[in-house]
């Protein structure tokens, strides 16, 4: 029998979450910057990675670990 670790399972969900708000707070103020395009290749980058981490967190969780008999 394996046990969720939920610690990480809420870390990843809410790393996630602010990845795509710290997305779509950046694309607002995109329009405003010297350089939008370079502006937004950098935010999706760092977004994207971020996604990233937090789906490996998420399924790490879900993993869990062995529980000691």
Same mark, same amino acid.
């Given at each position: 029998?394996?046990?969720k670790?939920?610690r990480l399972? #809420?870390? @990843?969900i /809410?790393?996630? +979450?602010?990845?795509?708000?710290f997305?779509?707070?950046m694309?607002?103020?995109?329009p405003k910057?010297?350089d939008p395009?370079?502006?937004?290749? #950098?935010? @999706?980058? /760092?977004s994207? +990675?971020v996604?990233?981490?937090?789906?490996?967190?998420?399924?790490?969780?879900?993993v869990g670990?062995?529980?000691?008999?």
């Amino acid at each position: 029998m394996r046990r969720k670790n939920l610690r990480l399972v #809420t870390t @990843g969900i /809410v790393m996630l +979450v602010l990845a795509i708000a710290f997305f779509f707070v950046m694309l607002s103020l995109a329009p405003k910057s010297n350089d939008p395009v370079e502006l937004m290749r #950098t935010v @999706g980058t /760092v977004s994207g +990675v971020v996604v990233g981490l937090a789906i490996a967190m998420i399924i790490g969780g879900q993993v869990g670990t062995k529980v000691r008999a």
